[in-house]
Nanobody, 125 residues
Framework: QVQLVESGGGLVQAGGSLKLSCAASGRTFSNYVMGWFRQAPGNEREFVAA????????DCADSVKGRFTISRDNAKSTMFLQMNSLKPEDTAIYYC??????????????????WGQGTQVTVSS
C-alpha cells in the first residue's frame, strides 16, 4: 500500500483560499488514481475531486466545481487541492486517497485502498 500524509489545512474566513497537499511514499505514485474526500461532523464521507495517473483527467463534485482545483506532481509524489472562494459549508476533515484501478478517475470511496489521516479545514463566516 502507498502511505499518504495530508497537510495544509487550517482556519480561514469565508471567501479565502487554502491549498492542501498529499505526500505519498512507499509505492510508485504515478500508478495510482488519486482523490480527495471530506467528512463534516454528522455527515458521511463525500467525494470532492479525483485525478488520473498522468494528471490529464480530473473530476470534481458539483459543490466545488469552479472553486477547487486538483493537481498532482508525479516527480514529487504529491497531489494538491487548491481551494478558493471557501464557504462555511466546506468545513470538514479532508482526506486524500489512492486507488489502483484501470479507470481514469473514480468517485466512490470503496475503490480507494489507501487513505491519509486527514487534515482539518475550518471556514468561518
Amino acid at each position: 500500500q502507498v502511505q499518504l500524509v495530508e497537510s495544509g489545512g487550517g482556519l480561514v474566513q469565508a471567501g479565502g483560499s487554502l491549498k492542501l497537499s498529499c505526500a505519498a511514499s512507499g509505492r510508485t505514485f504515478s500508478n495510482y488514481v488519486m482523490g480527495w474526500f471530506r467528512q463534516a461532523p454528522g455527515n458521511e464521507r463525500e467525494f470532492v475531486a479525483a485525478i488520473s495517473q498522468d494528471g490529464g483527467t480530473t473530476d470534481c463534485a458539483d459543490s466545488v466545481k469552479g472553486r477547487f482545483t486538483i493537481s498532482r506532481d508525479n516527480a514529487k509524489s504529491t497531489m494538491f487541492l487548491q481551494m478558493n472562494s471557501l464557504k462555511p459549508e466546506d468545513t470538514a476533515i479532508y482526506y486524500c486517497a489512492a486507488a489502483m484501478t484501470f479507470r481514469a478517475v473514480v468517485r466512490t470511496a470503496p475503490n480507494y485502498g489507501s487513505w491519509g489521516q486527514g487534515t482539518q479545514v475550518t471556514v468561518s463566516s
